[in-house]
Structure formats: C-alpha cells, structure tokens
C-alpha cells in the first residue's frame, strides 16, 4: 500500500513544562525569552509523520525481509518469528523548525529551542500511533530502530527508508552520508504486533543513557536470541 503522510498534526508547546525541564523558574527573567521562543515555534512548527503497512516476505536465521527489502538483524527476526505484518516509520520535528532553531545565533536559545523541538517530535509520535490504532488496529505493538542495538547497525536505515519510498519528498528528512537524519530531532524504525513486552534497551551495555526506558539485562540475548 500507499506510504501515509501525516503533515497537519497540531502542536502548542507545554511552555509550564519546558520551564520545569529546564530548570528555569516562571519569574525569571529568561522565561519571558522562552515563552517568547515558545511563540515563535507554535508559529512555524509542522511536525510530521510517515509511515506503511507493508509484509514479512520470508526470513533466514539472522535476517528477515520485509516487501522486498533485506533487513539484517537476528533480533529482529526472532521477534517478527510469528508476525506478517509491520510498520516501518519515520517521524520528525519538521524541517520547519529545525531551520528556525538553526537560525538562532545564542547557544543558551538553540539548546532551549532544542527541546521545544523534542516536544514536536513527541507529538508526532502521537498522532502516528494514534492513526496507526485507528486505522490498522494492530493490538500490543513494540518497537525497533536502526542503530539502536549493535545487532541492527545504524547503515540499515537505508533499507528501512527504501521500504517508505521518498521520505525526503514526502516528509522532508534525509539521510547523511553516516545513515543520520535530518533533521536530526526524528525517530525511525519498525513497529509490529507482538504479546511480548520488548524494549531494546533490555539489550544494550550503554551506560548513563538519556533515553533509556528499561534496565539492561545481560542474560536476555543469551536466553531469547542466541542463535543455536
């Protein structure tokens, strides 16, 4: 089927939220610069999401491929052992707002803006999971991304944006030429239907990360991905 573009997605910055993450008490004297950065933001902003039904074609001991494409990754194949249908996505902040955030000259206002721009990206997230329920119902669902264990390296996110089609023409992110997005506040990956509670972070060694949502377990591979 067609890629599903989402690119009017609202978005008003949760300004009492920004200045709780950032430490900065609401009388301060920066916080009029925030809200005022806030302003500008809700402006321009148009987060975006991309993102397709597509099908499991077959699978090998370490790789599956899915609508043609050859995704490598022994993880990923164990966990789509039983599952026929995914969802490959790209989700963004816009390139909208990234070129605003570029623009400010103040390193203090760029990393401000920075988070606001983390706040458009979650709303994109949202409206994707929110369409991708109400559209296709695909129950439980969990999550994997390129590069985000060892075993599905960071490179594969050329085959994933192959699996979309255009992403750059559809929702304006790019790939540079060490497979990063562009912009850079964007979330790849592949969603599926699974009973399982999975989180790659239960995989991955790497300590003090800012994104982690589950505690690393150093027996998990050995026990579920092994390759025996």
Not at 10 to 17: A, L
Not at 37 to 60: F, N
Request: aromatic share 8%; net charge negative.
């Amino acid at each position: 089927m067609d890629p599903i573009v989402l690119d009017n997605i609202p978005f008003e910055p949760d300004v009492d939220g920004l200045l709780s993450s950032l430490h900065i008490d609401p009388d301060d004297e920066d916080a009029g610069r925030v809200r005022e950065l806030a302003g500008q933001a809700a402006d321009i902003a148009r987060p975006k999401a991309l993102y397709r039904q597509a099908y499991v074609d077959a699978r090998g001991d370490n790789h599956v491929v899915v609508d043609g494409i050859w995704l490598t990754s022994r993880v990923l194949r164990v966990n789509l052992e039983d599952v026929h249908r995914v969802f490959p996505h790209v989700v963004t902040c816009g390139t909208e707002l990234d070129e605003w955030s570029n623009s400010l000259e103040d390193m203090i206002e760029r990393y401000w803006a920075d988070r606001i721009k983390e706040m458009a990206l979650g709303a994109a997230t949202s409206a994707f999971l929110t369409h991708l329920d109400k559209r296709f119902r695909p129950g439980k669902t969990a999550v994997m991304d390129p590069g985000s264990l060892e075993d599905w390296p960071l490179a594969q996110q050329g085959q994933l944006f192959s699996i979309l089609g255009d992403v750059r023409e559809l929702i304006g992110v790019e790939l540079t030429d060490s497979f990063l997005m562009i912009p850079i506040k964007s979330m790849s990956g592949l969603r599926f239907p699974t009973e399982v509670d999975f989180e790659s972070c239960r995989l991955c060694e790497r300590e003090d990360c800012p994104g982690r949502r589950a505690p690393y377990d150093p027996e998990l591979f050995d026990k579920e991905y092994r390759d025996r």
